[in-house]
């Protein structure tokens, strides 16, 4: 997958405030923090410390003081940290797949988005084979859909991702 590209699909600009659930290693953050420049704040949020390790390393080397990291578990209501209401786009990458907890991490994408605020999921396809988890453990698009449909948000429409992954975004209602 490419990053650039991909991030080019969110429709980011100037200023925006961005939460990346499930940062990993900041794939994702590095380049959505140069669209969001300097007047904009991209925060990665991360279970784990050594991801968010990997992203303030990267942040470092490439020169980008508007990211912030949290270490959070997403699936608990609130957890993120962030202020309801406070962020443009919530990026939610390669985490869907990992949680039961599929609605609450949602839930909160939907607390922390302004009104009209955008959620993008980019996920592993159901049935692409090769590389990723088993294929028990990813979830349809049909079935993200209506989980943020369920959720408070209206689809926009598919976005390009690669051959194994989905994207989608979404607008908060």
């Not at 410390?49 to 990291?69: C, G, P």
């Not at 939907?110 to 959620?119: E, H, M, S």
Request: net charge negative; glycine share 10%.
């Amino acid at each position: 997958m490419d990053p650039q590209t991909t991030v080019g699909c969110f429709g980011i600009q100037a200023g925006m405030r961005i939460a990346d659930f499930g940062s990993g290693s900041g794939f994702f953050t590095i380049f959505m923090a140069k669209l969001a420049g300097p007047d904009g704040l991209v925060t990665a949020i991360d279970v784990m410390d050594s991801a968010l390790d990997s992203v303030r390393a990267k942040a470092k080397a490439e020169a980008l003081d508007n990211i912030d990291t949290i270490r959070s578990n997403l699936e608990l209501p609130g957890s993120s940290g962030l202020a309801d209401g406070s962020q443009d786009l919530v990026l939610l990458k390669n985490v869907l797949f990992q949680t039961e907890k599929k609605q609450e991490m949602l839930a909160e994408a939907n607390r922390v988005l302004k009104i009209a605020g955008k959620l993008a999921v980019i996920d592993w396809k159901k049935g692409a084979d090769g590389l990723g988890p088993p294929d028990k453990l990813r979830t349809d698009t049909e079935t993200i859909r209506q989980l943020a449909e369920n959720g408070g948000f209206n689809f926009i429409d598919f976005i390009d991702a690669d051959v194994f992954h989905y994207g989608m975004m979404f607008k908060k209602v």
